[in-house]
């Protein structure tokens, strides 16, 4: 079957960092996304992770772990309008390339 | 270049009446995803067209939902009839071949009362 964890909500303060993980189970791993979600808007990219290690994009980076099931979007110099849902979603080549998300993390930056 | 189209973005209508959804892809792209997405939570799929075929329609309510995706490029999306809890945003996107990054459309938020 298919698990993906991540925390329910988070809260940061503008200017600082944060990380936001995200932990799964999957038989057919071969990807991990990163999306991000404003509220009343649709999810848009971020990040894609299929190797080990860290990518950096700006302020945004990503790591993954295939052996512990682990990733995490680290984000820098935090603003205002990163308050946001941040999605973590698998890749499933057990099941024909599914892309399984998980229930996102609302991340609230506080002034 | 544009993105993904959806229509229309906002629907209330009454328990047992009919609705439909329209999605247009990113010209190109092969790969198309209906997704349910309530409140809280993150996107379900539904249903995923390769090029015209429904290639993984497993969670779609077959009973009351049906999808078509014409000549593999706009598809539209059917509930008949929608009950109360329907009500969700349904977003439709599109990736250039499975497994690939998905862009998605803003969605079409439905209000069924």
């Known amino acids: 079957g298919q698990n993906i964890d991540q925390p329910t909500e988070m809260t940061a303060t503008e200017g600082a960092i944060v990380q936001i993980n995200c932990t799964y189970q999957?038989?057919?791993?071969?990807?991990l996304f990163w999306y991000q979600q404003h509220a009343g808007e649709a999810p848009t990219f971020l990040s894609y992770n299929v190797l080990d290690g860290l990518e950096e994009k700006g302020r945004f980076s990503s790591f993954l772990s295939r052996s512990k099931g682990y990733s995490y979007l680290l984000l820098k110099e935090l603003q205002m309008k990163d308050s946001a849902s941040y999605l973590c979603?698998?890749?499933?080549?057990?099941?024909?390339?599914?892309?399984?998300f998980g229930s996102g993390t609302r991340l609230s930056i506080r002034p | 270049e544009a993105g993904v189209v959806q229509s229309p973005r906002y629907k209330i209508i009454e328990k047992k009446q009919p609705v439909a959804f329209w999605c247009n892809p990113i010209?190109?792209?092969?790969?198309l995803y209906w997704y349910l997405q309530n409140l809280g939570q993150g996107p379900e799929l539904l249903i995923r067209?390769?090029?015209?075929?429904?290639?993984?329609d497993s969670q779609l309510p077959k009973d009351r939902f049906s999808a078509e995706r014409l000549k593999g490029v706009d598809s539209t999306l059917k509930i008949q009839p929608a009950e109360l809890g329907d009500s969700a945003v349904y977003l439709c996107a599109s990736s250039s071949h499975k497994g690939d990054t998905q862009y998605f459309g803003p969605g079409t938020r439905l209000t069924v009362l």
């Open positions: 979603a698998v890749r499933d080549d057990s099941s024909a390339s599914k892309i399984i």
């Open positions: 999957t038989s057919g791993f071969n990807g």
């Open positions: 067209y390769e090029n015209e075929e429904a290639v993984d």
């Open positions: 010209s190109g792209h092969n790969t």
